[in-house]
């Protein structure tokens, strides 16, 4: 079956615009989660959606970054005023479950380039 | 506050040779570990875990080491191979928490 998809793959935005990210998860999976990994760094967690709920939203790095989840299904990372050091790969997982013992499985991940 | 430590960036091993990736934590409630391989362009993939009831898990290729007094764990791969190029991340969890990641390890094996 698909796997989880993310739109656009790459993003070249310049500073202080806004951006919107995408993620698909794989059908049925109730779990959402996002991360970013800045150069040389790892992968750093953003937020989780439980179904359209979102339990935690802790790794969230500022109020300039928001997240949705509509339908259990899709989810939009929003930018807002982006600044350089916004620029990293974003990777969206899902999961069956929301336990965190419960493989996530990976998109390829948008490339954010903020100018 | 980095709580998972990959302090190898990168490490090249012969073809057929043994290839060991190491992780240290520091939380102590972490008690869930994992291993992910990433290629470029690509997302990264489940590849082993373990559960710190045990000390050792093994898959075919690839075994993780758990030394829980340590707070560090391992990855064997033997033998390594062409194809196991990759970035490793190391990752823990504990509880109903979030996982948390190391920096990852780029793999490199050589003809």
């Known amino acids: 079956g698909a796997g989880v998809s993310q739109s656009p793959s790459n993003k070249v935005t310049e500073k202080g615009k806004d951006v919107e990210l995408r993620c698909d998860p794989i059908?049925?999976?109730?779990?959402l989660y996002w991360y970013r990994q800045s150069l040389g760094q790892g992968l750093e967690f953003l937020i989780y959606?439980?179904?359209?709920?979102?339990?935690?939203k802790s790794g969230l790095p500022s109020d300039r970054f928001s997240a949705e989840r509509t339908g259990g299904s899709v989810s939009t990372l929003t930018i807002q005023r982006t600044q350089q050091e916004d620029s990293a790969v974003y990777l969206c997982?899902?999961?069956?479950?929301?336990?965190?013992?419960?493989?996530?499985?990976f998109g390829p991940g948008t490339r954010l380039t903020v100018l | 506050d980095q709580q998972v430590k990959q302090n190898s960036p990168s490490l090249s091993v012969q073809e057929g040779r043994i290839s060991i990736l190491n992780c240290d934590y520091t939380?102590?409630?972490?008690?869930?570990f994992l291993w992910y391989k990433k290629y470029p362009a690509e997302g990264p993939t489940f590849l082993i875990s373990?559960?710190?009831?045990?000390d050792k898990n093994e898959d075919g290729r690839f075994t993780v080491f758990l030394n829980k007094s340590a707070k560090h764990l391992s990855l064997h791969i033997v033998p390594s191979q062409p194809g196991d190029s990759a970035v490793y991340f190391c990752?823990?969890?504990?509880?109903?928490?979030?996982?948390?990641f190391g920096t990852g390890t780029r793999l490199q094996v050589f003809p």
């Open positions: 997982a899902s999961s069956l479950g929301g336990w965190s013992t419960d493989t996530q499985y």
């Open positions: 990752a823990a969890t504990g509880g109903a928490d979030k996982l948390i």
């Open positions: 959606f439980q179904g359209n709920s979102a339990p935690d």
């Open positions: 373990i559960s710190s009831i045990k």
């Open positions: 059908s049925g999976h109730t779990a």
């Open positions: 939380n102590s409630m972490f008690d869930y």
